[in-house]
C-alpha cells in the first residue's frame, strides 16, 4: 500500500516537473488588462516579450467577464499590467487571485500598475454612488493621452529591467525609441487638430478628458447621465436642446456602446455620429497605440472638415 | 400532470431560443432604456426651458496618494428584500426581509487573502445572525495549487459557491434544495490545482471537511469520518463570444445515521455573450445533475437522482429573463418526487441594485399537490463587492 503511495507521489512529481520544463521560455511572458498596455509593452519590451492582452480593443473595459482561460495565461506570466484607478475592478483582481502566481501579486516586480506617476483628472472630491460608476482615484482612461502614454512605459520600463536586468541596454534603446515616436507623431496630431482648437462635442461617456485636453477639444456633455448610467429620456432630451442651442456638429461614440441613443439624437439635430476607438484594436487597422491616435485624429479631422466646409 | 410540466418546459425553451439570435446581433441598437415616444414629448416640454451647462468642470491633475485607509478591507452589505403570493394554506402573501449579507474581504500579506462572510438569514424575517463563510485562500502556491482553509461552501457543482443574491433564479432549484440543501458549506481544507494542460483549463479540486452541520445527505461524524469532495472543472473557450463548462463532481461523508452517503454530480454551462457588446446581450444555459446513495441501514442504500435546468436571456441592457426546470427525487425517502417551473424576469438598474419577479409551480408529494407561487426580491448592494465567478 505505501508502495504504491509512493509510485503515485513520483509519477505526480514527475509530471509537475515536466510542464514546469516545458513551459519555460527567454522571453519575459506578460499579461496585460488592455490592448494598449500589451502594445507599449511590445514597444518597449521588443523581441524579448511575449505579450497576451485580456480584453479586446472593442471591448468595454469596465465589463470584461474573468473568463477561466484567463487564468491559465496569467498562472503563466512573469508580469501582469493594469491601468489600476479600479478600472478593472470588475474583473482583474479575481483572475489575479485565482492565478496561484505570485510574481504578479501586487507588491511584486511583476506587478506592474502603470497609473504610478500619472497625472490625473477629475479625482472627486466627495466619493458617492449616487454619482454613478465614479472612480474615487480619478479618471482612468488616461492611456487617451499620448504623452501619459511616455509615463506607462517609463513605467512597463522599470518593471522589465527589475525583472529581466540583463537586457536593460535592450529595453532603454526601445524606450528611447518609443518616446521619440511619440515626441514625433505627437507634433504631427496636434499640427492636424490645431484648426479645430475648443470645438465643443457631446461623448457618449465620460472616457475622453486626457484626450481632449492634449488634442483641444471642448466635451461639454455626455449622453450617459451619470458614468455608467444608461441614457434616458430626459437626458436625451438635455442633449438634444444642448446640441442645437450651441450649434454642436459632433457626437463621439465608442465601439462597445449601443448606437441606438447616438441616433436619437442625430436625427432631431443633424449631428454627425463620429465612432473613435478607445483601444488598440477598436477598429479593423488599429493595430498598436500609434495607429489609435492616428485613427482618431484622422476621423475627428475628417469630420470636422466636413462640417466647416458646410457651414 | 407529467404531460402538463413537459408541454409548459418545452413551450418557455422555444420561446427562449426563438429570443435567442446571436448571430444577427452586430450591433444591439434600441437596447438602451430610451423611448422615442418620451423624447418627442419631453422635447415639446422643455421648449421654453433655461439650456443646460457643461457638466465637467476642469480639474488640475494628480497623482494617486496612499493612506492608510487603503489597509482596511473591503466591505459590502448585501441586502435581500422578498415579497411572495402562494396558493398554499391560510397566509397567501407575505413580505420580509430574506437576508442581509456582510462580505469583509483583503490581504492578510504577500502570501494570503481572506474573505470573511457574516450574514443575518432565516424564515420570512426571523434573522439569526451566522458566519457563512471565512477563510483563507494562499496566492502564491507552486505548481499552480492553492489552499483554502477555514468554513466555506464546497465546490460541488456550478451553484453550490455562488451565494443567492447572485442567481439568476429567486428559488434555488427543487434539486439543488433536495441533494445539497441551503448550501453543502463545511470546515476544513480544500487543495485546488490548476492542470499544467495546454489545450484547455482544466482545475481539480480535492477537499476534507469535518462534516456539515445540517445537510440532507451528509452530517458531523460521531467517529473519524470526514466529508471528502473532489471536483473536476473543464472549460473551453468555443470563440470568443462562446465558453463550454463541465464539471464533474463527487463526495462521500457520514449521513444523520452515521452510515454512508454517497453524491456524485454533473454539470454543463454554455454561455454566449458577444464580446463588443456584452452588456447588452447574452445567453447562458446551465443544467446539473445529482445522484445519490444513501445507506439508512445495514444493506438497505436509497438511490436518488434529480436535476435542474435553466436559461437566461438578456433582452436589453437591464432586462434578463431567466426560466428554470428542476425535477428531483427525494434522496432520504423513497418514492417522493419534486419538480418546479419558473419564469424570472430581471431588471438590473445596475451592478448594485437588481428587481426580479415571476411565477413558479411546484408539486410535491408523488405529484399530487400542486403549487403556484408569484415571488419578488430586491436585491442592493453598499459597499465595495468583487466579482463574482464566471
Known amino acids: 500500500m505505501k508502495q504504491s503511495y509512493a509510485i503515485t507521489i513520483s509519477v505526480l512529481a ?28 511590445k514597444y518597449v519590451g521588443g523581441d524579448q516579450v511575449d505579450v497576451f492582452s485580456i480584453a479586446k480593443g472593442y471591448q468595454n473595459p469596465h465589463f470584461v467577464d474573468p473568463k477561466p482561460s484567463y487564468i491559465v495565461k496569467l498562472s503563466r506570466a512573469d508580469m501582469f499590467v493594469t491601468v489600476g484607478l479600479d478600472l478593472e475592478l470588475g474583473w482583474a483582481p479575481q ?3 485565482s492565478s496561484r502566481n505570485g510574481k504578479i501579486q501586487k507588491g511584486n516586480p511583476g506587478y506592474v500598475d502603470v497609473s504610478e506617476e500619472i497625472a490625473l483628472l477629475q479625482v472627486p472630491t466627495t466619493t458617492s454612488r449616487e454619482e454613478g460608476d465614479i472612480h474615487i482615484y480619478g479618471n482612468p482612461h488616461y492611456w487617451l493621452d499620448p504623452v501619459r502614454g511616455k509615463q506607462i512605459a517609463q513605467n512597463i520600463y522599470r518593471h522589465l529591467v527589475q525583472i529581466n536586468p540583463k537586457n536593460q541596454a535592450e529595453y532603454t534603446k526601445n524606450l528611447k525609441a518609443f518616446d521619440d515616436k511619440i515626441d514625433q507623431k505627437l507634433v504631427a496630431w496636434q499640427q492636424k487638430m490645431s484648426p479645430y482648437q475648443n470645438t465643443e462635442v457631446i461623448a457618449y461617456h465620460n472616457e475622453w478628458v486626457y484626450f481632449e485636453q492634449r488634442f483641444g477639444l471642448k466635451i461639454v456633455d455626455f449622453l450617459e447621465p451619470k458614468p455608467g448610467i444608461p441614457p434616458s429620456p430626459s437626458q436625451l432630451v438635455k442633449i438634444i436642446n444642448e446640441v442645437k442651442s450651441r450649434n454642436i456638429k459632433i457626437l463621439i461614440n465608442s465601439p462597445y456602446f449601443s448606437s441606438s441613443s447616438p441616433e436619437v439624437v442625430a436625427r432631431n439635430t443633424g449631428i454627425q455620429i463620429v465612432p473613435l476607438a478607445t483601444m488598440t484594436g477598436g477598429y479593423d487597422g488599429i493595430k498598436d497605440y500609434f495607429d489609435l491616435f492616428d485613427y482618431n485624429i484622422n476621423k475627428l479631422v475628417q469630420a470636422l472638415g466636413n462640417n466647416q466646409s458646410t457651414n | 400532470m407529467k404531460t402538463q410540466y413537459v408541454l409548459s418546459l418545452l413551450l418557455l425553451y422555444v420561446i427562449l431560443f426563438v429570443g435567442w439570435q446571436p448571430a444577427q446581433a452586430q450591433d444591439s441598437t434600441a437596447t438602451d432604456s430610451v423611448s422615442i415616444e418620451d423624447i418627442r414629448r419631453q422635447m415639446e416640454e422643455s421648449q ?15 497623482s494617486v496618494r496612499a493612506t492608510s485607509a487603503n489597509l482596511n478591507p473591503d466591505i459590502s452589505a448585501i441586502t435581500d428584500f422578498r415579497s411572495l403570493y402562494t396558493s398554499r394554506g391560510d397566509r397567501n402573501w407575505d413580505a420580509y426581509l430574506q437576508g442581509v449579507e456582510l462580505n469583509l474581504s483583503a490581504a492578510i500579506d504577500p502570501y494570503a487573502r481572506a474573505d470573511i462572510y457574516p450574514v443575518f ?30 468554513r466555506f461552501r464546497q465546490s460541488f457543482g456550478r451553484i453550490n459557491t455562488v451565494h443567492r443574491h447572485a442567481l439568476p433564479v429567486i428559488d434555488v432549484p427543487v434539486a439543488y434544495e433536495a441533494f445539497l440543501g441551503e448550501a453543502l458549506t463545511d470546515q476544513g481544507a480544500s487543495l485546488s490545482w490548476l492542470l499544467p494542460n495546454q489545450a484547455f483549463y482544466q482545475e481539480l479540486i480535492v477537499s476534507v471537511t469535518r462534516g456539515p452541520d445540517e445537510n440532507p445527505l451528509f452530517a458531523t461524524s460521531d467517529g473519524n469520518v470526514p466529508l471528502k469532495l473532489v471536483h473536476l472543472k473543464n472549460f473551453w473557450s468555443l470563440t470568443d ?4 463548462e463541465l464539471g464533474l463532481s463527487g463526495a462521500m461523508g457520514s449521513n444523520e445515521v452515521q ?34 446513495n444513501t445507506e439508512i441501514a445495514l444493506d438497505n442504500n436509497i438511490n436518488a437522482w434529480g436535476m435542474y435546468s435553466w436559461m437566461q436571456y438578456q433582452l436589453s441592457r437591464r432586462w434578463f429573463v431567466t426560466g428554470m426546470y428542476s425535477y428531483t427525487e427525494d434522496p432520504n425517502i423513497r418514492n417522493i418526487e419534486e419538480q418546479g417551473i419558473s419564469a424570472t424576469f430581471g431588471w438590473y438598474a445596475t451592478e448594485f441594485q437588481k428587481l426580479e419577479f415571476g411565477p413558479k409551480l411546484s408539486t410535491d408529494n408523488g405529484f399530487s399537490d400542486t403549487t403556484f407561487s408569484g415571488l419578488f426580491r430586491w436585491i442592493f448592494v453598499i459597499g465595495t463587492h468583487g466579482a463574482h465567478k464566471y
Open chain 1, 14 to 41: 514527475l509530471f509537475m516537473l515536466f510542464f514546469s520544463v516545458m513551459s519555460a521560455s527567454a522571453q519575459v511572458k506578460v499579461v496585460t488588462t488592455l490592448p494598449d498596455l500589451a502594445s507599449i509593452t
Open chain 1, 95 to 97: 483572475l489575479l487571485q
Open chain 2, 48 to 62: 421654453s426651458k433655461e439650456q443646460p451647462k457643461s457638466p465637467v468642470p476642469v480639474q488640475q491633475p494628480q
Open chain 2, 121 to 150: 438569514e432565516g424564515e420570512k424575517g426571523q434573522l439569526d445572525a451566522k458566519i457563512e463563510e471565512a477563510y483563507l485562500q494562499s496566492l502564491s502556491f507552486p505548481y499552480g495549487l492553492q489552499l483554502k482553509v477555514g
Open chain 2, 241 to 244: 463570444n462562446a465558453t463550454l
Open chain 2, 259 to 292: 452510515k454512508t452517503s454517497k453524491l456524485g454530480g454533473i454539470d454543463l454551462t454554455y454561455i454566449w455573450k458577444p464580446v463588443r457588446f456584452n452588456t447588452y446581450k447574452s445567453f447562458k444555459w446551465q443544467s446539473e445533475f445529482f445522484f445519490s
